[in-house]
């Protein structure tokens, strides 16, 4: 019997929302949570009193990463941003600390909006109510043109959003805030890696969803590139509790498919949700099994012969202590000459 054509599967076509007819408002008139003037300061705003235990461990291991020419990969959520903590992010690039930032696509949108409107974070709750909750013009029209023009060229998403930016300085009077655009200015790659749907500018009716989902499959090549040569090397995720983690498994198992060396590495998940004992083998009758960075982050990737460690606290006590204690830390290395 002859086979049929993809071509004659032409009976269900199931009805879609026109989503052209979406209606987009002007950003400029929103009120935002985060804005450039109460963005944290580091080296100025007073360093939170916390710790956590074996943290001190984990930044040591970071510092001899450094010192031996070693990656060290930050994947982190946007909560990151809209809590105000990005120019800790940029310092620690600045600093030699950070050589490869990865986020979701909502750490783009923050980001992209702290570089043109000075402010980032709606208030959801009442935005959601009528409709207007993400419909800004401004972000989704200039993010997908820019996705769109730089995925054409053979551009990643950060790339694309680093180069539009740096293409209308003119517009982004606060680029010097934004992470992504800085990255790019360092030689540092800014990879974001999207789940189609879940970012406000997937609501704009400019939305190429082929750029959107192509432009991010090239980010993932350049974030598997790093995690190749992650070993005697570090991998943070900072409040990725979905994404950061399954991106990370995955691009750590294509590195080991192709034969690269990633044994003897070190990862750190931060989170504010307490895990009790997690080194330990959790079963699927509990509800710690389903938390995904307890397995894909700490446990799994460093069954040969590395270590995960916990980091619990939240990012605005986490972020300003990382960094502070990392300085510290390396002026002590540089003035006893190790």
Known sequence: MAQKSIGSCSGFRPERLDLSKTKTFSAWDRHNLITVENMAQPGKDPVPDWDCPEFDELLERIVEARSNDRPVVFFMGAHVIKLGLSRYIIQLMEKGILTHIASNGAGSIHDFELAYLGGTSEHVPTAIEDGSFGMWEETGAWMNQAIKHGYEMGFGYGQ???????????????????????????????????????????????????????????????????????????????????????????????????????????????????????????????????????????????????????????????????????????????????
């Open 160 to 338: 694309s959003l680093a180069c539009y930016v740096e293409e209308n300085l003119d517009k982004f009077p606060h680029a010097q805030d934004c992470i992504f655009y800085r990255a790019y200015k360092m030689g540092i790659p800014a990879t974001y890696h999207i789940t189609i749907g879940t970012d406000i500018i997937h609501q704009h009716p400019a939305a190429d969803f082929a750029a959107l989902g192509g432009s991010s499959g090239i980010d993932f090549s350049i974030f598997c590139k790093s995690i190749s040569e992650l070993e005697g090397g570090v991998f943070l995720n900072v409040g990725s509790a979905v994404t950061g983690a399954e991106v990370f498994l995955k691009a750590l198992s294509i590195g080991r498919n192709q034969g690269y060396k990633i044994e003897k590495i070190t990862t750190a998940n931060f989170d504010i949700i307490p895990l009790g004992d997690y080194r330990t083998d959790v079963g699927d009758d509990h509800f710690h099994y389903y938390y995904r960075p307890r397995k894909n982050v700490i446990n799994r990737p460093t069954s040969l012969g590395g270590k995960g460690f916990y980091i619990q606290g939240n990012h605005k006590d986490t972020i300003p202590n990382l960094y502070d204690r990392i300085m510290k830390l390396m002026g002590k290395v540089d003035k006893d000459g190790n």
